[in-house]
């Protein structure tokens, strides 16, 4: 049988010549023009990129004959656009179907539209063709007009495709497109279509297979009686019961009984027992339909993104819903109700307004970390890939250091807007994304496994399975999309990072062998000076402290490290040593330091939120409502209080009340997110899947949608501060590095070679604190999110390879 109906196959060089389909092939080249007879098509570029060419250059001209005709710009605009070539093409696909060679043939000229006869079967069958590829269209009369779209190469090699194949990939083209199947395309194409292949296959008359199909057709199942019926579902019916002929025709029946209706030929017809498959061109219609939403219905999904926006904002939800009431209660009780509804719809208002001025923000912003990142790419693709003009990405490049650039001011310019490009998308996109795919995936995964053993059993389990198979593999690929700049972000800080450290080892052996013969008691009195330092702890308002133990905890031990060893043996070596007689430390003192500034801190970021709260857009559009609503009533003037921020009992304790409830619920939160995921990392260390370099195959760790939103809000959370060290370890590196380069004092027991010391051991400390910062963030949250989503994701993508689809 031939899949399309008998019709011989033709192709446009075919029909023409291969000269011009070579012209065709050519890029930004549309069909002008056809003359059939001679061979002859008129090809040229595209309008749009005519007028690409032609802007700058029309621009003046355009101007000139606008001021001369006022009618210019008002004909432009409903100008009819030209129609395309579609239909001449049809004529000559026809002619050659039709005569084959037309100049061998003695035809002079291509049929004319009314010397072709649509009810024809090759020629309906031609007309459908085009009309699926969107180059004719039906009119009023069942005749074919051209279209507006232009005709090019990927448009010909559709209609090529859709001529050459079979009548049910037609068909899905209409039904993909959401159009209507033309009438008499079930009995001109799609029945002969079915019926060659029954005749062929089962060897039986063509009067036993038409009956034998009329009653698949007629069957409650298949139920295919006009064109409308022509679904996939009935479609894939019709095939499993094809299937199921040519499997129960090698049993038939030797002896039957007339009476029966049934013969070798035509046998009574089973109810099928196999398995429902999908052919290649199922396929292509459910991925179609997938990729185009038309499975998926938008209310719904628009419900499923609300819902993950709410399990994500529940606390500033609750936080807001409890302000709007509160406030709404007490206005309406002072002003006798109507204060209430003028709040209410100024809070309304202030909120839209509110929301669309932070969505530009965040637009403005995105597209500015983007042009970050993607600036960086380009220098790097300018640098090391074979082709200079494409970008790198910044992953494949294995020496980071090769983005600094030594002869400029910032060498680590490139470095910087990388990481700080990669950690705004991440925290604003990508780890949303990121975790509202993983949770996608997780049900996905779920109904896979439901769907998996019995989608065979019916047409609709079937397409369901392929269907949740298409998104699957969206789903994939989006999350590694989604990934890309968090990966970027972790991988950079990490690759910058371990160039710092091989940096630091290089830097720190000159300026360590001062200290190597140094008493303890100097060495007690140098480091305890430089650890109380400012910039080391960042409590300026402390009194001195003994600091020694507090350096061991963060200098760690660590095989084949240098630096830390001997700063470790020496600052041992200085306690051991301690004079017993030395002056303790006033711990007290500096505890009660401590929280008289967090209460003063506390009490000028409330101050400041309160008159800030109380000049709010929201807060000015209530009170100029309030103020012209008492001109209009008593006449009254406004005043100038409206834009002071008077403080009145009332609203000071509504406000210290909400304030202190939105710290307190915040902390909460955030020490429920710390503990829920250190308890999942705990979990996942106990199974052996914990370590952020493991390469060991993940193991089924179940997580619930609270788990993966605490390690979002965490992995967000240190985000920032994970660039900050980073950041911050560069500039220390740099202050150390130009404080190597700088010579000592001569003289070692003068002020200025203690000095001299002092800021080297200051430095040190503060770039092992540092470091040591930077690894808590990486093997807790921001690394444990980033090995966790990995890990989830190679988990799904196993599962994904074990489920058997037909392709």
Same mark, same amino acid.
């Given at each position: 049988?031939?899949?399309?109906?008998?019709?011989?196959?033709?192709?446009?060089?075919?029909?023409?010549?291969?000269?011009?389909?070579?012209?065709?092939?050519?890029?930004?080249?549309?069909?002008?023009?056809?003359?059939?007879?001679?061979?002859?098509?008129?090809?040229?570029?595209?309008?749009?990129?005519?007028?690409?060419?032609?802007?700058?250059?029309?621009?003046?001209?355009?101007?000139?004959?606008?001021?001369?005709?006022?009618?210019?710009?008002?004909?432009?605009?409903?100008?009819?656009?030209?129609?395309?070539?579609?239909?001449?093409?049809?004529?000559?696909?026809?002619?050659?179907?039709?005569?084959?060679?037309?100049?061998?043939?003695?035809?002079?000229?291509?049929?004319?539209?009314?010397?072709?006869?649509?009810?024809?079967?090759?020629?309906?069958?031609?007309?459908?063709?085009?009309?699926?590829?969107?180059?004719?269209?039906?009119?009023?009369?069942?005749?074919?007009?051209?279209?507006?779209?232009?005709?090019?190469?990927?448009?010909?090699?559709?209609?090529?495709?859709?001529?050459?194949?079979?009548?049910?990939?037609?068909?899905?083209?209409?039904?993909?497109?959401?159009?209507?199947?033309?009438?008499?395309?079930?009995?001109?194409?799609?029945?002969?279509?079915?019926?060659?292949?029954?005749?062929?296959?089962?060897?039986?008359?063509?009067?036993?297979?038409?009956?034998?199909?009329?009653?698949?057709?007629?069957?409650?199942?298949?139920?295919?009686?006009?064109?409308?019926?022509?679904?996939?579902?009935?479609?894939?019916?019709?095939?499993?019961?094809?299937?199921?002929?040519?499997?129960?025709?090698?049993?038939?029946?030797?002896?039957?009984?007339?009476?029966?209706?049934?013969?070798?030929?035509?046998?009574?017809?089973?109810?099928?027992?196999?398995?429902?498959?999908?052919?290649?061109?199922?396929?292509?219609?459910?991925?179609?339909?997938?990729?185009?939403?038309?499975?998926?219905?938008?209310?719904?999904?628009?419900?499923?993104?609300?819902?993950?926006?709410?399990?994500?904002?529940?606390?500033?939800?609750?936080?807001?819903?409890?302000?709007?009431?509160?406030?709404?209660?007490?206005?309406?009780?002072?002003?006798?109700?109507?204060?209430?509804?003028?709040?209410?719809?100024?809070?309304?208002?202030?909120?839209?307004?509110?929301?669309?001025?932070?969505?530009?923000?965040?637009?403005?912003?995105?597209?500015?970390?983007?042009?970050?990142?993607?600036?960086?790419?380009?220098?790097?693709?300018?640098?090391?890939?074979?082709?200079?003009?494409?970008?790198?990405?910044?992953?494949?490049?294995?020496?980071?250091?090769?983005?600094?650039?030594?002869?400029?001011?910032?060498?680590?310019?490139?470095?910087?807007?990388?990481?700080?490009?990669?950690?705004?998308?991440?925290?604003?996109?990508?780890?949303?994304?990121?975790?509202?795919?993983?949770?996608?995936?997780? /049900? *996905? @995964?779920?109904? +896979?496994? =439901?769907?998996?053993?019995?989608?065979?059993?019916?047409?609709? %389990?079937?397409? #369901?399975?392929?269907?949740?198979?298409?998104?699957?593999?969206?789903?994939?690929?989006?999350?590694?999309?989604?990934?890309?700049?968090?990966?970027?972000?972790?991988?950079?800080?990490?690759?910058?990072?371990?160039?710092?450290?091989?940096?630091?080892?290089?830097?720190?052996?000159?300026?360590?062998?001062?200290?190597?013969?140094?008493?303890?008691?100097?060495?007690?009195?140098?480091?305890?000076?430089?650890?109380?330092?400012?910039?080391?702890?960042?409590?300026?308002?402390?009194?001195?402290?003994?600091?020694?133990?507090?350096?061991?905890?963060?200098?760690?031990?660590?095989?084949? /490290? *240098? @630096?830390?060893? +001997?700063? =470790?043996?020496?600052?041992?070596?200085?306690?051991?040593?301690? %004079?017993?007689? #030395?002056?303790?430390?006033?711990?007290?003192?500096?505890?009660?330091?401590?929280?008289?500034?967090?209460?003063?801190?506390?009490?000028?970021?409330?101050?400041?939120?309160?008159?800030?709260?109380?000049?709010?857009?929201?807060?000015?559009?209530?009170?100029?409502?309030?103020?012209?609503?008492?001109?209009?009533?008593?006449?009254?003037?406004?005043?100038?209080?409206?834009?002071?921020?008077?403080?009145?009992?009332?609203?000071?304790?509504?406000?210290?009340?909400?304030?202190?409830?939105?710290?307190?619920?915040?902390?909460?939160?955030?020490?429920?997110?710390?503990?829920?995921?250190?308890?999942?990392?705990?979990?996942?260390?106990?199974?052996?899947?914990?370590?952020?370099?493991?390469?060991?195959?993940?193991?089924?760790?179940?997580?619930?949608?609270?788990?993966?939103?605490?390690?979002?809000?965490?992995?967000?959370?240190?985000?920032?501060?994970?660039?900050?060290?980073?950041?911050?370890?560069?500039?220390?590196?740099?202050?150390?590095?130009?404080?190597?380069?700088?010579?000592?004092?001569?003289?070692?027991?003068?002020?200025?070679?203690?000095?001299?010391?002092?800021?080297?051991?200051?430095?040190?400390?503060?770039?092992?604190?540092?470091?040591?910062?930077?690894?808590?963030?990486?093997?807790?949250?921001?690394?444990?999110?980033?090995?966790?989503?990995?890990?989830?994701?190679?988990?799904?993508?196993?599962?994904?390879?074990?489920?058997?689809?037909?392709?």
């Amino acid at each position: 049988m031939r899949p399309n109906n008998g019709i011989r196959p033709v192709r446009f060089s075919q029909v023409f010549n291969q000269k011009a389909w070579d012209q065709l092939c050519q890029k930004n080249v549309t069909l002008k023009h056809i003359d059939f007879p001679s061979r002859q098509v008129d090809i040229a570029l595209s309008e749009c990129v005519i007028r690409k060419k032609a802007r700058h250059t029309s621009r003046l001209t355009d101007r000139k004959v606008a001021r001369g005709n006022t009618f210019v710009w008002f004909s432009r605009l409903f100008r009819r656009r030209r129609q395309n070539v579609g239909r001449k093409l049809f004529n000559a696909y026809a002619t050659f179907l039709t005569h084959g060679d037309p100049v061998s043939d003695g035809i002079e000229g291509v049929h004319a539209s009314g010397e072709i006869d649509l009810n024809q079967p090759e020629h309906f069958r031609l007309g459908c063709a085009f009309v699926a590829a969107g180059a004719c269209r039906w009119n009023g009369n069942g005749e074919l007009d051209s279209t507006e779209q232009v005709i090019d190469r990927g448009m010909v090699d559709r209609i090529d495709a859709l001529i050459n194949g079979s009548c049910t990939r037609l068909a899905y083209e209409f039904i993909a497109q959401n159009k209507s199947l033309p009438k008499g395309f079930l009995q001109q194409i799609f029945v002969p279509h079915f019926l060659d292949g029954i005749v062929n296959q089962a060897s039986m008359p063509e009067t036993e297979g038409r009956s034998v199909l009329e009653d698949i057709l007629a069957s409650p199942a298949v139920n295919i009686t006009g064109e409308a019926d022509i679904t996939l579902e009935h479609v894939m019916e019709l095939k499993n019961r094809l299937l199921q002929m040519g499997l129960w025709q090698r049993e038939a029946p030797e002896h039957v009984t007339p009476s029966a209706g049934a013969s070798v030929a035509r046998p009574r017809l089973p109810v099928p027992q196999s398995r429902y498959q999908c052919d290649s061109e199922d396929l292509w219609l459910i991925r179609y339909q997938v990729e185009h939403h038309r499975f998926l219905k938008f209310a719904s999904d628009f419900a499923h993104r609300i819902r993950q926006w709410a399990q994500r904002n529940k606390r500033i939800i609750g936080l807001e819903v409890v302000e709007v009431v509160t406030v709404g209660i007490i206005t309406g009780i002072t002003t006798g109700g109507i204060g209430a509804a003028v709040y209410l719809g100024s809070r309304v208002i202030f909120k839209m307004i509110q929301v669309g001025i932070q969505a530009a923000i965040a637009a403005v912003r995105s597209a500015f970390s983007r042009r970050k990142v993607d600036r960086v790419e380009a220098e790097l693709g300018h640098r090391f890939a074979q082709d200079g003009s494409q970008s790198l990405d910044s992953r494949e490049v294995k020496d980071i250091a090769s983005l600094d650039n030594p002869g400029e001011d910032d060498p680590h310019r490139n470095i910087r807007q990388l990481l700080d490009g990669t950690e705004y998308l991440s925290r604003e996109h990508s780890l949303t994304n990121m975790t509202n795919l993983l949770l996608d995936m997780k /049900n *996905l @995964s779920d109904d +896979l496994n =439901r769907l998996q053993f019995r989608a065979g059993d019916s047409v609709a %389990d079937s397409i #369901r399975l392929q269907k949740l198979y298409t998104l699957a593999l969206q789903h994939s690929a989006r999350f590694d999309e989604s990934a890309k700049d968090y990966d970027k972000m972790v991988v950079a800080g990490v690759q910058k990072v371990s160039a710092l450290n091989s940096q630091f080892e290089r830097v720190f052996k000159p300026l360590w062998e001062p200290f190597r013969e140094l008493p303890d008691d100097r060495i007690d009195a140098i480091f305890n000076e430089a650890a109380n330092h400012s910039s080391v702890k960042g409590r300026w308002y402390l009194t001195r402290e003994d600091c020694l133990h507090w350096i061991q905890t963060i200098v760690p031990e660590e095989p084949g /490290n *240098l @630096s830390s060893r +001997l700063i =470790r043996e020496r600052i041992g070596q200085a306690i051991i040593g301690r %004079d017993t007689a #030395r002056d303790s430390v006033n711990v007290s003192s500096n505890k009660a330091r401590c929280k008289v500034v967090k209460v003063a801190l506390f009490g000028g970021k409330l101050a400041f939120s309160y008159a800030w709260g109380r000049i709010k857009p929201y807060r000015m559009i209530n009170q100029i409502l309030e103020v012209l609503g008492n001109h209009l009533e008593r006449g009254t003037r406004p005043g100038i209080d409206l834009f002071k921020p008077i403080v009145t009992p009332i609203w000071a304790g509504v406000f210290v009340f909400l304030y202190v409830a939105d710290k307190v619920t915040c902390y909460i939160n955030n020490k429920r997110n710390r503990r829920r995921s250190r308890d999942i990392q705990r979990r996942v260390n106990a199974s052996g899947d914990g370590a952020v370099h493991n390469t060991k195959a993940p193991t089924n760790i179940s997580l619930s949608v609270d788990d993966w939103q605490a390690m979002r809000r965490q992995a967000k959370h240190l985000s920032i501060d994970y660039i900050k060290t980073v950041k911050r370890l560069i500039r220390v590196l740099d202050t150390l590095s130009e404080h190597a380069n700088v010579k000592p004092p001569t003289d070692p027991y003068s002020l200025e070679y203690q000095d001299y010391l002092v800021k080297t051991a200051t430095c040190m400390l503060r770039y092992k604190m540092l470091m040591r910062e930077l690894e808590s963030q990486l093997y807790g949250s921001v690394g444990f999110m980033h090995h966790m989503g990995v890990q989830h994701k190679l988990r799904f993508d196993q599962r994904l390879r074990c489920i058997q689809i037909a392709e």
